[in-house]
Protein backbone atom coordinates (compact mmCIF):
# COMPACT_ATOMS: atom_id res chain seq x y z
CA UNK A 1 0.00 0.00 0.00
CA UNK A 2 0.97 3.22 -0.31
CA UNK A 3 1.54 5.73 2.38
CA UNK A 4 -0.05 9.11 2.05
CA UNK A 5 2.22 12.25 2.34
CA UNK A 6 1.37 15.16 4.14
CA UNK A 7 2.65 18.48 3.76
CA UNK A 8 2.24 22.28 5.13
CA UNK A 9 3.40 22.10 8.36
CA UNK A 10 5.00 24.92 9.87
CA UNK A 11 5.71 26.83 12.73
CA UNK A 12 3.60 30.20 13.25
CA UNK A 13 2.70 32.35 15.86
CA UNK A 14 -0.80 32.06 18.55
CA UNK A 15 -4.01 33.19 16.46
CA UNK A 16 -2.10 32.17 13.15
CA UNK A 17 -3.20 30.01 10.25
CA UNK A 18 -2.01 27.16 8.11
CA UNK A 19 -3.39 24.93 5.54
CA UNK A 20 -2.00 21.20 5.31
CA UNK A 21 -2.42 18.99 2.49
CA UNK A 22 -2.28 15.25 2.21
CA UNK A 23 -1.77 13.93 -1.60
CA UNK A 24 -2.66 9.96 -1.22
CA UNK A 25 -2.27 8.24 -4.49
CA UNK A 26 -3.57 4.52 -3.48
CA UNK A 27 -7.50 5.41 -2.77
CA UNK A 28 -10.41 5.34 -5.42
CA UNK A 29 -10.31 8.99 -3.51
CA UNK A 30 -13.85 9.53 -4.10
CA UNK A 31 -15.25 6.32 -2.40
CA UNK A 32 -13.39 6.50 0.97
CA UNK A 33 -13.49 8.09 4.03
CA UNK A 34 -10.60 10.04 5.37
CA UNK A 35 -9.59 11.90 8.39
CA UNK A 36 -6.40 13.75 9.99
CA UNK A 37 -5.32 13.10 13.32
CA UNK A 38 -2.43 14.75 15.78
CA UNK A 39 -0.12 13.73 17.86
CA UNK A 40 1.68 16.09 20.55
CA UNK A 41 4.88 15.56 22.40
CA UNK A 42 4.12 12.85 25.34
CA UNK A 43 0.35 12.00 24.17
CA UNK A 44 -1.29 9.30 22.45
CA UNK A 45 -2.65 10.18 18.12
CA UNK A 46 -5.92 11.79 18.43
CA UNK A 47 -8.72 12.14 15.95
CA UNK A 48 -8.87 15.97 14.26
CA UNK A 49 -11.75 15.27 11.44
CA UNK A 50 -12.68 13.68 9.05
CA UNK A 51 -14.67 13.33 5.83
CA UNK A 52 -16.94 10.14 5.48
CA UNK A 53 -17.86 8.43 2.56
CA UNK A 54 -20.82 9.88 1.96
CA UNK A 55 -19.07 13.21 2.25
CA UNK A 56 -20.37 14.44 5.89
CA UNK A 57 -17.73 16.22 7.31
CA UNK A 58 -17.29 15.58 11.35
CA UNK A 59 -14.36 17.52 13.83
CA UNK A 60 -13.52 17.06 17.66
CA UNK A 61 -14.80 19.28 19.66
CA UNK A 62 -11.37 20.89 20.45
CA UNK A 63 -10.66 22.38 16.69
CA UNK A 64 -14.83 22.30 15.57
CA UNK A 65 -15.24 26.22 14.43
CA UNK A 66 -11.36 26.57 13.92
CA UNK A 67 -10.62 23.67 11.38
CA UNK A 68 -12.02 23.09 7.84
CA UNK A 69 -11.76 19.69 6.37
CA UNK A 70 -11.81 19.85 2.60
CA UNK A 71 -10.95 17.59 -0.48
CA UNK A 72 -10.08 18.08 -4.36
CA UNK A 73 -11.09 14.77 -5.69
CA UNK A 74 -9.14 15.46 -8.84
CA UNK A 75 -6.04 16.04 -6.97
CA UNK A 76 -6.37 13.37 -4.62
CA UNK A 77 -5.73 15.66 -1.95
CA UNK A 78 -7.23 16.62 1.35
CA UNK A 79 -6.88 20.03 3.17
CA UNK A 80 -6.95 20.80 6.66
CA UNK A 81 -7.38 24.66 6.91
CA UNK A 82 -6.34 25.58 10.34
CA UNK A 83 -7.48 29.02 11.84
CA UNK A 84 -6.76 30.72 15.22
CA UNK A 85 -4.30 28.64 16.36
CA UNK A 86 -2.79 27.92 20.02
CA UNK A 87 0.21 26.43 21.47
CA UNK A 88 -2.72 23.64 22.21
CA UNK A 89 -2.87 22.55 18.54
CA UNK A 90 1.26 22.29 18.50
CA UNK A 91 1.58 18.31 17.07
CA UNK A 92 2.24 16.02 14.23
CA UNK A 93 -0.61 16.06 11.99
CA UNK A 94 -1.14 13.03 9.99
CA UNK A 95 -3.36 11.51 7.38
CA UNK A 96 -5.42 8.29 7.14
CA UNK A 97 -7.13 7.05 3.93
CA UNK A 98 -9.99 4.56 5.52
CA UNK A 99 -7.85 1.83 7.21
CA UNK A 100 -4.91 2.64 5.10
CA UNK A 101 -1.57 3.27 5.92
CA UNK A 102 -0.03 6.09 8.13
CA UNK A 103 1.82 8.89 6.41
CA UNK A 104 5.02 10.71 8.16
CA UNK A 105 3.71 13.28 9.21
CA UNK A 106 3.78 17.20 9.16
CA UNK A 107 5.12 19.40 11.87
CA UNK A 108 2.56 22.49 12.99
CA UNK A 109 4.28 24.19 16.17
CA UNK A 110 2.58 27.22 17.75
CA UNK A 111 4.28 30.02 19.77
CA UNK A 112 2.54 31.58 22.42
Known amino acids: QVQPVESGGDYVQSGGSLTLSCKDSGSDFSRVGMAWYRQAPGKQREWVGG???????LYSESVKGRFTISKDNARNTMYLQMNNLTPEDTAVYYC??????WGQGTQVTVSS
Open 96 to 101: RFATGP
Open 51 to 57: IRIGGNV
